[in-house]
């Protein structure tokens, strides 16, 4: 089955770069996305990445898709103490034009110290 | 515009009972779906909805009903709650099926204890 694999925390400076990686298995996935969620808040869609894209840069964000190794990441520049939340990586197919079913991983807390 | 709203935001319920958490959007969305959330699991699919009339399963539907009557209101029903039931769940929308560029819209969210 489908498997989206991220590490738990990660934990940065204010100003400095924060890398928060993910892995998935599902080799037919279309788009990769990844979510922000602040406390007490649902999902935002921060970015998305098409797969035959190596890199996608928006703003402070850069997501760089390694297709061949199945790895994701997305690299916020400057963090900011605004930063902090759950980042979740997640991997879209459509199975039988069943619509945009989205696989999730288990979510990053991103904590960004003063 | 309010986007996706979802009520209740808490509920507790004892095992055995039932209850509908309601979910509804005003921006004319064709597909709705539920997720739950679980610690260090992220998000799972329960059902999703194409449109009016028309549902589906998703990853994990034990225990849990849909329907989708009209196009704004997609509901979820528990039968009889257990335990395992416990979670956060959020209700999204698309405007289509089929584009992956379509930002899912998610609710805020409804934290349910099932005692």
């Known amino acids: 089955g489908e498997d989206v694999e991220q590490s738990l925390f990660l934990s940065v400076r204010e100003g400095d770069s924060s890398v928060i990686n993910c892995t998935y298995t599902?080799?037919?996935?279309?788009?990769l996305y990844w979510y922000k969620q602040e406390p007490g808040a649902g999902l935002q869609l921060l970015t998305y990445i098409f797969s035959n894209m190596d890199m996608k840069q928006d703003q402070r964000l850069t997501v760089l898709l390694n297709k061949k190794d199945k790895h994701l990441s997305l690299r916020i520049a400057d963090t900011q103490t605004g930063d902090s939340a759950i980042y979740f990586c997640?991997?879209?197919?459509?199975?039988?034009?069943?619509?945009?079913?989205?696989?999730f991983g288990g979510g990053t807390r991103l904590m960004v110290k003063p | 515009n309010a986007g996706v709203t979802q009520t209740p935001k808490f509920q507790v319920l004892k095992t055995g009972q039932s209850m509908t958490l309601q979910c509804a959007q005003d921006?004319?969305?064709?597909?709705m779906s539920w997720y739950r959330q679980d610690p260090g699991m992220g998000l799972r699919l329960i059902h999703y909805s194409v449109g009016a009339g028309i549902t589906d399963q998703g990853e994990v539907p034990n225990g849990y009903n849909v329907s989708r009557s009209t196009t704004e209101d997609f509901p979820l029903r528990l039968l009889s709650a257990a335990p395992s039931q416990t979670s956060v769940y959020f209700c999204?929308?698309?405007?289509?099926?089929?584009?992956?560029?379509?930002?899912?819209?998610f609710g805020p969210g409804t934290r349910l204890t099932v005692l």
């Open positions: 997640a991997e879209g197919r459509t199975p039988d034009n069943a619509g945009n079913m989205l696989t």
């Open positions: 921006m004319n969305h064709e597909y």
């Open positions: 999204a929308s698309s405007y289509s099926t089929g584009d992956f560029t379509d930002t899912q819209y």
């Open positions: 599902d080799s037919s996935s279309t788009y």
